[in-house]
């Protein structure tokens, strides 16, 4: 038996060629209806369920490879940050949380900030990723707000900012809470060279990014079905002791209620961006001004009282 077992079923095995090992990750469901999707679908479908049209989230890169003209662009090293500023400690270290995110998501914060064009006009896009930490804003993010402000300026392009995030980083404590201030002094900084900043909110937007640099867009651009807020809902029926409305927090309900300009599906955010900023920045009128020359006009001559 152990003849069979250890000499000529490896023979055979070598023969006909093992079984190979499938990837278990060739199938997602849908957090929303359930359904399975084949990834290559997804993928092509841009992250969007084809059947019931559920936005997934996106990593940073694959959000600018959409955006930019042809999925080209430039991204620029951002400075480094201080990394564990508090030597902050729960029931791991700080440092060592961040090392795991850097090495799975293998960047080196939340943020990514690249340059270049589209629908051939000079862009900056700042964009955040979930999946470090939750896309939560600290020293790092702030700087990178600001080194994309005032790229835009230097470029005189508009900025796009697209944020995905849980808020502030409580790791970093009152540090993370300060670049709140700063970013929207960046915001303002942009503002005053007349270009134009928008924010497209995404799934989710919450806590202090929502506080700050996400809600000052001079167009606030939602996707489809996004989490926008700045509490949970759980937390907010908690508090007020309610029963919260039916989407409460969703893309669609802000729209309804005036906090957001539009909401747009991911397949046509492009097209909407390279026609919000065509509109923005073409401050001119769209042909010749011609000159009308003035019409002389006779007066009626007035008549004289009767007597």
């Known amino acids: 038996m152990n003849w069979l077992k250890n000499i000529v079923r490896p023979k055979l095995k070598r023969l006909v060629g093992g079984q190979k090992e499938i990837p278990d990750n060739l199938w997602h469901k849908c957090p929303s209806c359930e359904e399975m999707v084949f ?166 937007t919450t806590g202090g990014v929502s506080a700050s640099f996400a809600m000052l867009g001079d167009v606030a651009i939602a996707e489809t079905g996004a989490v926008i807020g700045f509490a949970g809902a759980r937390v907010i029926e908690q508090t007020i002791r309610e029963k919260l409305p039916e989407g409460f927090q969703r893309a669609e309900y802000l729209l309804e209620h005036g906090m957001v300009d539009m909401v747009v599906r991911r397949q046509d955010l492009r097209e909407t961006l390279v026609r919000v900023i065509g509109l923005l920045i073409n401050t001119g009128p769209a042909g010749d001004v011609l000159a009308i020359p003035p019409v002389a006009i006779d007066a009626p001559a007035l008549e004289s009282p009767a007597d």
């Not at 042809?70 to 791991?92: N, T, V």
């Not at 303002?188 to 799934?203: R, S």
């Open 39 to 204: 990834h290559r679908d997804l993928e092509q479908n841009l992250r969007v369920c084809p059947h019931c049209g559920h936005h997934l989230r996106l990593s940073a890169e694959a959000r600018l490879k959409i955006l930019f003209d042809e999925g080209k662009y430039q991204s620029i090293e951002l400075a480094e940050a201080l990394a564990d500023p508090l030597k902050f400690r729960d029931r791991r270290k700080y440092s060592d949380r961040l090392k795991e995110a850097q090495a799975k998501t293998t960047l080196q914060d939340a943020l990514i900030v690249a340059h270049g064009r589209m629908g051939g006009l000079n862009v900056v896009i700042a964009a955040l990723d979930f999946s470090f930490m939750g896309g939560s804003m600290g020293v790092a993010v702030g700087e990178g707000l600001i080194a994309a402000a005032r790229l835009a300026v230097v470029q005189d392009a508009s900025l796009i900012v697209v944020p995905s995030s849980g808020g502030a980083r409580m790791q970093e404590g009152i540090l993370s809470l300060m670049q709140m201030a700063r970013t929207t002094i960046a915001v303002e900084e942009v503002k005053e060279a007349g270009l134009p900043y928008i924010v497209v909110l995404t799934d989710p």
